[in-house]
């Protein structure tokens, strides 16, 4: 059986950005189940972030990756967004994005998608140059620590957003929840928890390597929302799932929360 890398080393070691960013966001016509789950993804963000109006000064992502499609609707809504991840390569990975430097992942396939989303397919180089603008800062984060982004002491954020992320960091769900709290924690009262969780999965592939994930059910996730003090507004789940050699998830949860006063 092959291995499945499960610690913070193994992801400094073994994580390979542009492999998992082709695997899951590459719209390609044989990517069906993949493409399915990215759109239930971004027509979730494009409610939150341009339909409900979710807006503020300052968003943090937890756990960016090497991902930019999380940004697509929230750079319409926020001055700054600051994208953090563990890994050294997720991190440099996304710098040679914005700098347009050659061999950068192309998102221009998922960017158009939103734009139509937004009405209008063809201002997608006007989007991608407005997310350049809006990342202000990649900064370092470990979720597991109770200040994700330590040492740095950054103001509290009018909104959280975390995608596919805890469910890899977590090792169990008493690690879970207080992740959860952490994450939580950046968030100034009033403000907004966004999540996008991948359900009731045990692995995820990157390229030829195998990452563990945190078994959750849609419960177990409402109720670490819930003890880290925040009302959840609205939530989906949707039974999708991804290519069954690439994740053994059984559905998908959308979910947006109000930080209590």
């Known amino acids: 059986m092959e291995k499945t890398f499960i610690g913070k080393e193994d992801y400094l070691q073994h994580f390979g ?16 189940s993949e493409n399915t789950i990215l759109t239930f993804s971004l027509k979730n963000l494009h409610k939150a972030f341009i339909l409900d109006g979710i807006k503020g000064d300052t968003l943090i992502d937890i756990g960016s990756g090497p991902t930019i499609y999380q940004f697509l609707s929230a750079c319409e809504s926020f001055r700054e967004i600051i994208a953090t991840d563990f890994t050294d390569q997720n991190r440099e990975e996304m ?4 700098r347009k430097e050659p061999g950068a992942f192309d998102w221009s396939p998922v960017v158009k998608l939103v734009c139509e989303l937004e009405g209008d397919r063809e201002k997608w180089v006007e989007k991608e140059e407005k997310v350049r603008r809006t990342i202000k800062q990649v900064l370092k984060c470990d979720v597991t620590q109770a200040n994700p982004l330590a040492p740095l002491v950054v103001p ?9 992320c805890l469910e890899s960091a977590c090792k169990d769900l008493p ?14 009262p009033g403000g907004h928890l966004v999540l996008v969780t991948c359900l009731e999965s045990t692995f995820c592939m990157a390229g030829q390597n195998r990452f563990f994930c945190l078994y959750l059910e849609q419960e177990t996730v409402d109720n670490a929302v819930k003890a880290a003090g925040f009302d959840i507004l609205w939530a989906k789940l949707e039974r999708v799932i991804y290519s069954v050699d690439v994740c053994n998830n059984q559905g998908m949860y959308a979910l947006v929360a109000q930080k209590q006063q």
Request: proline share 5%; hydrophobic share 35%.
């Open 17 to 32: 950005p542009q492999d998992y960013a082709r695997t899951f966001y590459s719209l390609s016509p044989d990517s069906g």
């Open 95 to 98: 710098q040679r994005w914005l």
């Open 156 to 164: 509290l954020a009018d909104c959280v957003l975390s995608l596919l």
């Open 175 to 188: 690690t879970y929840s207080s992740a959860m709290k952490n994450a939580g924690s950046l968030v100034k």
